[in-house]
């Protein structure tokens, strides 16, 4: 395909995507904005807490950065 086809192609979808509109469904929309105003604060739950340790890399960077110190040194 030519460069002007190829282009004519390009422009014919952006302007579809430019001027498509959807039917929006505003119940749902307002359904699903209203959820979550009503959640508790603590509905967040860190579900990789059990599978890893708090202090898992902590030890690692602190190693890390007394090399460094002795290498300076």
């Given at each position: ?32 904005l ?40």
């Open positions: 395909m030519g460069r002007g086809r190829q282009k004519a192609k390009h422009t014919k979808v952006a302007r579809e995507l430019k001027y498509f509109s959807p039917e929006t469904n505003y119940g749902a929309l307002e359904r699903e209203s959820a979550g105003q009503h959640s508790d604060e603590n509905s967040y739950v860190d579900r990789w807490a059990d599978q890893y340790g708090d202090d898992q890399y902590d030890e690692d960077d602190e190693l890390e950065t007394q090399q460094d110190q002795n290498k300076s040194a």
